[in-house]
């Protein structure tokens, strides 16, 4: 339930522009995407785990009001492995990674960016990594000392949920940008 005010704030102050610019299809386009998005959270905020296809359409919702605010800046990837889609993972998971890949990759520079989300099973686990080709982290960043409330969080979480059963890693790409992976024990939802 801890959506970052300054995503609504800046969603909402998008619509305000576009509805200046009398662009009203498109600022009609992103309020029904926040709608979607809202009525999402709300609807499963009473749940610990989900499957991982439900955290991916949430996810598709919030990278679409992103696509409008980035426009042709922003090239989303999904490599899905359908094997992983029953998966139970953290509730709200994604959303405050892809976020920072946003914010501190993809927003801080002029050039077109990309953020790849994937998942596969190995080895009785599920491994789930969102990587971008943004600026990068610091040569001298750790999660212990340089994380915000989204990536304090989600540690948080994933530690209470698996305790010493899950790998949480956030580092540099060789080929530039951040890749952050998820290893955690690979639960099939029965429903």
Avoid: C
Avoid at 78 to 97: E, G, M, R, Y
Avoid at 98 to 111: F, P, V, Y
Avoid at 120 to 143: F, R
Wanted: aromatic residues 6%; glycine residues 8%; without cysteine.
């Amino acid at each position: 339930m801890q959506l970052h005010p300054h995503f609504l704030f800046n969603t909402l102050n998008g619509i305000v522009g576009l509805v200046r610019d009398h662009k009203n299809d498109a600022a009609v386009s992103m309020l029904v995407g926040l709608s979607d998005l809202l009525r999402h959270a709300l609807e499963h905020s009473d749940r610990q785990e989900v499957e991982l296809n439900e955290e991916i359409d949430f996810i598709k919702l919030y990278l679409g009001i992103q696509q409008m605010r980035f426009s042709d800046r922003l090239q989303i990837n999904f490599d899905i492995d359908p094997a992983t889609s029953k998966a139970l993972v953290p509730n709200l998971l994604l959303q405050p990674l892809l976020e920072n890949a946003l914010r501190h990759g993809i927003g801080r520079s002029a050039d077109a960016g990309a953020i790849t989300v994937s998942s596969k099973s190995e080895n009785g686990s599920l491994l789930i990594t969102v990587a971008d080709n943004g600026g990068g982290l610091p040569y001298d960043w750790q999660l212990k000392t340089g994380s915000g409330i989204g990536l304090a969080n989600t540690a948080a979480r994933l530690q209470q949920l698996y305790g010493e059963n899950h790998r949480f890693d956030i580092h540099n790409r060789d080929s530039g940008g951040v890749e952050v992976e998820i290893v955690m024990p690979l639960k099939i939802s029965e429903i």
